[in-house]
């Protein structure tokens, strides 16, 4: 049973954190350093009601991220049952980039410190996207000089951008994406310029300096 169809007190104490983290993400896209008040205010919560279930912003951030993790191995588990593999993988990039998952990357990584929970689970989403990617290539669909960890790059790009207007946010990081899977496509003459980012290379943005 999802945790916001609990019946009674604790269906309401689900729904009110899911109302909780929709407002930090709003207001922590926006602006990072922002208070945790603000974070309440925008909730419609009292400071020590916030308080009482995350009491530093650390670790409101880190449940943030952490949930956003959770959205991008969920649409990844889901992609893995897609029988044909390039649907698979591009598909899988555009329920992520609709879901905004790496916005909390460009905005908040090294605000908080990630827990042992979250470095498994980013292992975890590691081994999908590794997966999915070594499917694409067994179509030879894929340029040969592409790699996993362009993945995520590719989300961070679409991630970068923002308007004011949501949906047409939504429209402008549709097309970015879909250009940028066209140039992961075999066949192109232009050998991609630079060294593809080393596994692990982009991990350490996520620990405080």
Not at 24 to 30: G, I
């Amino acid at each position: 049973m999802p945790e916001t169809a609990l019946p009674g007190r604790r269906g309401q104490a689900a729904r009110n954190n899911l109302v909780i983290l929709d407002a930090a993400r709003y207001v922590f896209l926006a602006d990072p350093k922002a208070p945790i008040s603000k974070v309440a205010e925008r909730a419609g919560v009292g400071i020590s009601a916030l308080y009482r279930r995350y009491p530093s912003k650390e670790l409101l951030l880190c449940r943030l991220c952490h949930e956003g993790l959770r959205t991008y191995i969920a649409e990844a588990e889901a992609a893995d049952e897609e029988p044909d593999a390039w649907t698979a993988l591009t598909g899988f990039l555009e329920r992520v980039v609709d879901a905004d998952v790496h916005s909390l990357t460009v905005h908040l990584a090294g605000t908080f410190t990630p827990t042992a929970e979250m470095g498994a689970d980013a292992r975890r989403a590691n081994e999908l996207s590794a997966g999915l990617f070594a499917r694409a290539r067994g179509t030879g669909r894929l340029r040969e000089d592409a790699v996993t960890e362009d993945i995520g790059m590719i989300l961070e790009c679409c991630a970068a951008i923002r308007v004011d207007d949501p949906e047409r946010t939504g429209q402008l990081r549709r097309r970015y994406l879909a250009m940028l899977v066209e140039g992961l496509e075999a066949g192109k003459d232009r050998v991609l310029p630079g060294p593809p980012p080393r596994p692990g290379e982009m991990n350490g943005r996520w620990h405080p300096s």
